[in-house]
């Protein structure tokens, strides 16, 4: 599923998710097995800077309640794009940019109790995307987990 989101303004937002669809859903104890979300930013700014978006995902790990391990970002060149990981005791997340096309592709994978979708907004604010696409994925959804 994908989910277009265009921006009305500088404000966060939750995207949307269709009622029935499963997305967002739980298993019956408040956990999940995990959660990944796989998101393009388009129209995104500050993407060469990895200073900011380093601090971007330290504030998104905060607000989805993770625990951080470990972060590894690389600039290619001055001016160009960054790519980084961040490792979690629930899992991880991940960018890499093309500030020559605005473009971002970020992916976050929580598993447990921590919501992938409340460090979303973070990154958003941080990044200002003109267009967000967002795909979630229910990992082992069908595992006795």
């Known amino acids: 599923m994908t989910v277009s ?7 966060c937002y939750t995207p949307p998710m269709p009622v029935g669809s499963g997305l967002g859903a739980a298993k019956t104890n408040g956990e999940l ?6 998101a393009d930013f388009s129209g995104a700014r500050r ?5 900011h978006i380093e601090a ?3 504030a998104a790990v905060k607000a989805a309640g993770a ?18 990981t961040v490792s979690l005791a629930e899992s991880h997340m991940s960018i890499h940019t093309w500030p ?10 929580m598993c447990g109790a921590c919501d992938p979708l409340n460090a979303l907004p973070t990154l958003v ?16 959804e069908a595992a006795d987990l």
Do not use: C, W
């Open 125 to 140: 604010e941080a990044l200002s995307p003109a267009l967000v696409e967002l795909r979630q994925i229910i990992r082992a």
């Open 5 to 11: 989101v265009h921006r009305k303004s500088a404000a």
């Open 56 to 58: 971007a995902f330290r």
């Open 100 to 109: 020559e096309h605005a473009y971002a592709a970020l992916d976050i994978f």
């Open 33 to 38: 097995p995990g959660r990944h979300l796989i």
């Open 67 to 84: 625990t951080l391990l470990g972060m590894n970002f690389h600039v290619f060149d001055p001016g160009g794009g960054v790519t980084g």
């Open 47 to 51: 993407l060469g800077d990895v200073a």
